[in-house]
C-alpha cells in the first residue's frame, strides 16, 4: 500500500528546500509561494505534528502519552496537495486542512512533538515523502535534523510583535474569537517549548541563511530565495 503521497511524482536530482523558523515568521506563505514558484512540492512537517494532535485528541489518547502518540505517528497515511493558497490534507482520507490549525491543536502539537518516540517515527516519514527531490520542506528541524543535506537551507525569522500580529490577524480572519495579548503570551511560551526540548530543538543550522521578514513582505522574501535556489538548481 502507499503509505504516503505528496501530489505528484518529481524528477530525481532536484534539490531539497529546507525552511526552519518559529511560529508566525511568514514559513507557510513564504513556502507556498516559493513552491508555486519553483513547480516543486511542499511539505508542511507542522501539519504532521498538528494531525498527530488531532488524532490523539479525536481518539482519546492524552497528548502525554507517547506510546500512544508513537502508534498514531506509525500509522499515518498522508496526502498533500498544494492548490494555490490552500496546502490541502488528507490524512487516512480524512480532510484535517482546516481541522488541525485551531488554537488548541497548535498547542497539542507543540506538546506532542516533544516526545522522542513520536518525532522518531515521523522523522522517517518525512524523508520518504521528500526521496523524489523538488520538495520544500518547512518546520523546526528540517534543516538540523530531518534534511541535514538540504541542497538550500533558510531561517526564517521576524520579531515577537510581528509574529504575534500575523498570528493573531490569521486567527480573526478564520472568525477565531481571541486578543492580541493572549496570542502573543501563547506564541511565547509555544516557542519556548519548541526552541527548549532536548531533541531536534527549533534552532538555525550552520549553513542556514538568516532571513528576517519584520520589515520584509512576502514577495520580496520569495525573491530573495527564488533567486538562491535557482542557483543551486544550476549547479546541481
Ligand atoms: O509550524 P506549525 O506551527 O504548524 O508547527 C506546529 C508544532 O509542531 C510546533 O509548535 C512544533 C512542532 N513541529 C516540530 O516540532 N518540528 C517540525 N519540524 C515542525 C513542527
Do not use: C
Amino acid at each position: 500500500m502507499v503509505k504516503t503521497q505528496l501530489m505528484k511524482e518529481v524528477a530525481k536530482g532536484l534539490p531539497v528546500v529546507a525552511i526552519d523558523g518559529p511560529a508566525g515568521a511568514g514559513k507557510s506563505a513564504v513556502s507556498k509561494r516559493l513552491t508555486l514558484a519553483l513547480g516543486y512540492q511542499l511539505l508542511d512537517t507542522g501539519a504532521l505534528y498538528r494531525s498527530i494532535a488531532y488524532l490523539a485528541q479525536k481518539g482519546g489518547i492524552d497528548w502525554q502519552d507517547e506510546q500512544g502518540l508513537a502508534e498514531i505517528a506509525a500509522k499515518l497515511e498522508v496526502d498533500f496537495r498544494l492548490d494555490g493558497e490552500i496546502n490541502h490534507l488528507h490524512v487516512g482520507g480524512e480532510d484535517l486542512t482546516e481541522l488541525i490549525r485551531s488554537p488548541e491543536i497548535s498547542v497539542g502539537a507543540s506538546i506532542v512533538s516533544r516526545h522522542p518516540m513520536v518525532r522518531t517515527a515521523l522523522l522517517q516519514l518525512q524523508r520518504d515523502l521528500a526521496s523524489s527531490g523538488g520538495v520544500v520542506a518547512e518546520g523546526r528541524d528540517v534543516g538540523t535534523v530531518v534534511f541535514p543535506n538540504a541542497d538550500a537551507k533558510f531561517f526564517l525569522t521576524a520579531s515577537d510583535e510581528v509574529r504575534a500580529q500575523r498570528r493573531y490577524d490569521e486567527l480573526i480572519s478564520k472568525g477565531v474569537e481571541t486578543d492580541f495579548e493572549s496570542t502573543l503570551k501563547e506564541m511565547l511560551e509555544r516557542d519556548e517549548r519548541d526552541t527548549g526540548r532536548e531533541l531536534a530543538p527549533l534552532i538555525q543550522a550552520e549553513d542556514a541563511i538568516l532571513v528576517d521578514s519584520s520589515n520584509t513582505g512576502v514577495d520580496e522574501v520569495v525573491a530573495q530565495m527564488l533567486a538562491h535556489v535557482r542557483q543551486v538548481e544550476a549547479a546541481l
